[in-house]
């Protein structure tokens, strides 16, 4: 199989998975939010706070996990997990709602809080995979492969059947 379908299944795989996890989390902070607050910047500082944690350990520990295991969580899950297109929109909800100066700094505010712990978040997870990788050395080809396995069944793998 093309290495380029393949590389886009692992993504597609992921996207789905980080989908699914992103609507549990819109789903969980809207019933754990009282309705007369706005969930949408809680949700967004969530979904995307934890998504730079992950992917900032996906690359502290780059040559920890397979360069399919970053495609499918890093640029698969986490990819779809997080949300800047929501945060880009939740930017525009003031106009649509004819709203005053106050509700623009409002979500100008919350904009930077997202991105300023989402950075946060990533060094985190950078530090926390670095740290590990150090600890635990660089994964052997079947160490690599043993992992890839358990997340996806994939017959076409390097060594294996063409």
Not at 24 to 42: E, F, I, M, R, Y
Not at 93 to 116: E, N, R
Request: proline letters at 2%; hydrophobic letters at 50%.
């Amino acid at each position: 199989m093309n290495k380029v379908i393949k590389d886009g299944l692992l993504v597609g795989a992921g996207g789905f998975l980080g989908t699914i996890l992103r609507e549990g989390a819109h789903t969980l902070v809207h019933q754990l939010t009282a309705p007369a607050l706005s969930a949408t910047p809680l949700y967004l500082l969530t979904v995307n706070t934890l998504g730079a944690l992950v992917l900032g350990f996906l690359v502290g520990s780059a040559t920890r996990f397979s360069a399919r295991t970053r495609t499918i969580f890093g640029t698969g899950m986490c990819g779809s997990f997080t949300t800047y297109g929501s945060l880009a929109t939740m930017m525009l909800l003031p106009a649509k709602s004819g709203g005053t100066h106050g509700l623009w700094v409002f979500y100008l505010l919350w904009a930077a809080v997202i991105l300023v712990v989402g950075f946060a978040a990533a060094f985190a997870g950078w530090r926390l995979g670095a740290a590990r990788q150090e600890r635990l050395g660089a994964m052997t080809e079947a160490q690599e492969v043993e992992e890839l396995e358990e997340f996806v069944e994939d017959p076409y793998r390097e060594g294996g059947q063409q």
